[in-house]
């Protein structure tokens, strides 16, 4: 089931921002239809405070705070289902990327708790291996968190189905993963 919007106020709304969006995400996202094929698809639906096409309209309204403090925009993972369901095939995760950006320049709080965190030990790990290690990502977010048995259940499936390696693996060509990593990325956080 949907969440509901709260009521918009114009006083409050930043005109300038859809054009923002738009013009740094480089997606027409005026075009979409609010069929809701997104949200339907979207496999993180749940975790999210607002559907994609909900954060989509709440650009367009110019409802800058609200949109950049929220957990959707940090929840989704990128995996382009929204997309492929789209009729209108608008990337939103473009958009969801612009958003955290600007979230991000803007020094606004993520919607989500210790989400950044957890975003920044996945980017410690590819700067450090080339790819992501799971487990290691886990322990160091847990470390951080000290949320030791929150979702212990998931990581002993997983490590049950084969899908964490207990040893990080690293892959050749890691001078053209140095290149991806400005000196200063670590600092950049709200």
């Given at each position: 089931m949907?969440?509901p919007?709260?009521?918009?106020n114009?006083d ?8 923002d969006?738009?013009h ?5 996202f005026?075009?979409?239809l609010?069929c809701?094929s997104?949200g ?8 999210m ?5 909900a954060v989509?309209?709440?650009?367009q309204?110019g409802?800058?705070?609200k949109?950049?403090?929220?957990a959707?925009?940090w929840?989704?993972v990128s995996c382009h289902?929204?997309s492929?369901?789209c009729p ?12 955290c950006?600007?979230a ?6 993520p919607?989500?708790?210790d989400?950044l965190d957890?975003h920044?030990e ?5 700067e450090k291996h080339?790819?992501?290690h ?6 160091r ?7 030791w048995?929150k979702?212990v259940?998931?990581?002993?499936k997983?490590?049950a189905?084969?899908k964490l390696?207990?040893l990080p ?10 290149r991806l990593?400005t000196r200063?990325?670590k600092?950049?956080?709200p």
């Amino acid at each position: 089931m949907d969440k509901p919007l709260d009521p918009i106020n114009l006083d409050e709304s930043d005109r300038y921002f859809a054009e923002d969006v738009k013009h740094h995400s480089g997606v027409d996202f005026n075009r979409c239809l609010f069929c809701r094929s997104c949200g339907n698809g979207c496999p993180f639906d749940r975790a999210m405070d607002y559907p994609p096409f909900a954060v989509l309209r709440m650009v367009q309204y110019g409802m800058r705070q609200k949109v950049l403090g929220c957990a959707t925009i940090w929840v989704c993972v990128s995996c382009h289902t929204c997309s492929s369901q789209c009729p209108m095939s608008i990337d939103i995760p473009a958009i969801m990327h612009t958003l955290c950006s600007m979230a991000l320049e803007e020094h606004v709080a993520p919607g989500a708790p210790d989400i950044l965190d957890f975003h920044l030990e996945a980017l410690r790990s590819i700067e450090k291996h080339g790819r992501t290690h799971k487990l290691g990502i886990m322990l160091r977010h847990k470390l951080l968190t000290g949320k030791w048995f929150k979702d212990v259940d998931v990581g002993l499936k997983m490590l049950a189905k084969r899908k964490l390696d207990l040893l990080p693996s690293r892959v050749q060509g890691m001078e053209e993963i140095a290149r991806l990593f400005t000196r200063d990325w670590k600092t950049y956080m709200p």
